[in-house]
């Protein structure tokens, strides 16, 4: 898309979006180059509050680590942990029981509905629609009062251990898992999909709108519902599974528009699949115990490390560099949305600003995980 | 042919001195570590060349350690096996008096194979040719190495810092750096 011709004019002027914008859901700033209401170049400009995770990380203790990965991505911080305590077990070679290899499953799509949900939320606000907000946090704060029941927190959980979880789960536990699902089930058709989704006014403002397309993603490295979006059957549980998600029967939803539409719906559909996972492995449940034997103090063989998991947002890689000592000698984040932001400048290119600022919501930007 | 062997032969013409077609060296010892522990003791850079690894207990299929002008031919191949540019970054090995980079690639669906590039810079003079032409994802995970090791990335169109602040003069994941 670009600017049409007849209304390019020789003047452009410099626009800045941010750092404090409620659009930008965080401290974000992009630079806007604009002719009139048309985009000419757009250029993200990050580091408002990049906090050094690395360099905390090469500074203390494997374990020490653990609160920290919360802090980046705080919508979907149980994906984090688990991240973490993947790669350090590989490393490590501990092994996890069962049970809490469920558990943390059960979690971690718990987290990531309520991810999607917030994610909802604040896309519809962006579009001026500020009721389903209310919805979104009313069936949200479902999920987190659950969730505060086994981990101790509500929004930055330290939950994962390396060999296991914290805490067990209960029986009120599972039951409201049970009745949440039960009651979003009944919800999604009215509260989400018939006043939303098909509501002309959304389709109007997304629909067709904010085109990437699949080489797209894979040049820049777009990963998550971003890629899923423009067709490209791509999901860490599914291609590089990990944990216990080759039980669970699910599917990867995958929109082949490419529009802000077929993000919108892919995560949509992923809020069903998480709550099939959860469902399916609170049937399953094993008896045992959540904690494996693991060394008090971890000196993991040198070498190099990598692990990923799927978070709400995408591919999240840990690559761990080791050295035989009990500190990580070096580890590299690689957060998903980091990479999807990086196609926004090509995109946004000859867009209407109004447009750049829905497509940007498709995109579900957390800040302080680009950051860091 | 797995997608791995297809790009241990697509990469042959780069390695004309190892015996990259071989049969894959190893595919559950844990070999990597072992030959890392020795060179951090002898401070040699480990040898040009490809060495499979095992994925269950490292995470990536593919090893490659390539010379520093070697990376863009490298990610040209990568580029047209179909995979893409997870991440860039950096690891300095004070001891040997030398900086790594890292570029971890992987596939978009289909088969999964994940692929680690490296390549050693001298400590004083850490250049390497940018891989941003082929990859624009490669844009910021470089400016992020350049803010981070002092990496300077050749031929990258604009390579300024991005996550501190512009006007920084430090490098703060050098081992020698102190706030």
Known sequence: ?372 | MTICEKLQQALQPLFPLCDVSSEPLVKDEPQVADSEKEESQTADTPTVGVLWTDAGRYGHHLDIVCLPDQVVPVAGIMDREGFFLEAITGVDWLKRQQLEVVYDYNRLGGEHCRVMVRTFLPRNNPVVPTVSSVFPAADWHERETYDFYGIQFQGHPNLIRILLPEDADFHPLLKDYTP
């Open chain 1, 1 to 372: 898309m670009s600017v049409p011709l007849h209304l390019r004019s020789d003047e452009v002027f410099v626009l800045n979006l941010g750092p404090q914008h409620p659009a930008t859901h965080g401290v974000l700033r992009v630079k806007l180059t604009m002719d009139g209401e048309y985009i000419v170049k757009a250029e993200p400009v990050l580091g408002y509050i990049h906090r050094m995770h690395e360099k905390m990380a090469e500074d203390g203790i494997f374990a020490q680590f653990m609160p920290n990965t919360a802090r980046m991505d705080y919508l979907h911080a149980l994906a984090f942990n688990h991240g973490w305590a993947l790669v350090v077990e590989k490393a490590a070679g501990i092994e996890v029981p069962e049970r809490a290899e469920y558990i943390r499953v059960i979690t971690v799509e718990l987290n990531r509905i309520a991810s999607h949900l917030l994610w909802w939320a604040a896309f519809l606000l962006d579009l001026g629609g500020f009721t389903p907000l209310l919805y979104a946090f009313d069936d949200r704060e479902k999920i987190i009062d659950l969730l505060e029941r086994v981990t101790g927190s509500r929004l930055t959980y330290c939950y994962m251990r390396f060999g296991g979880v914290l805490n067990d789960i209960d029986d009120e536990f599972i039951t409201g898992t049970r009745d949440f699902i039960k009651r979003l089930r009944s919800r999604l058709p009215r509260q989400y999909h018939d006043l939303v989704t098909h509501n002309i006014i959304l389709i109007k403002r997304i629909k067709d709108i904010g085109f990437v397309s699949a080489e797209q993603c894979r040049r820049y490295g777009a990963t998550g519902p971003v890629a899923r979006g423009s067709g490209i059957n791509y999901d860490v549980r599914k291609n590089e599974p990990y944990s216990v998600y080759p039980e669970f029967d699910f599917d990867i939803p995958v929109f082949p528009e490419g529009d802000s539409m077929a993000r919108y719906m892919v995560r949509m559909h992923e809020i069903e699949q998480s709550m099939r996972i959860i469902e399916q492995a609170l049937d399953k449940l094993p008896a045992g115990p959540v904690m494996g034997k693991a060394p008090r103090q971890l000196k993991p063989d040198a070498g190099y490390y990598y692990s990923a998991v799927e978070t709400a947002r995408g591919l999240l890689g840990h690559r761990l560099v080791c050295d035989g000592d009990k500190n990580p000698y070096k580890l590299k984040l690689r957060s998903p949305t980091f990479s999807n932001l990086s196609l926004f400048g090509e995109v946004a290119e000859g867009m209407l600003l109004a447009d750049a600022l829905a497509f940007m919501g498709s995109l579900d930007l957390v800040i302080p995980e680009i950051d860091r």
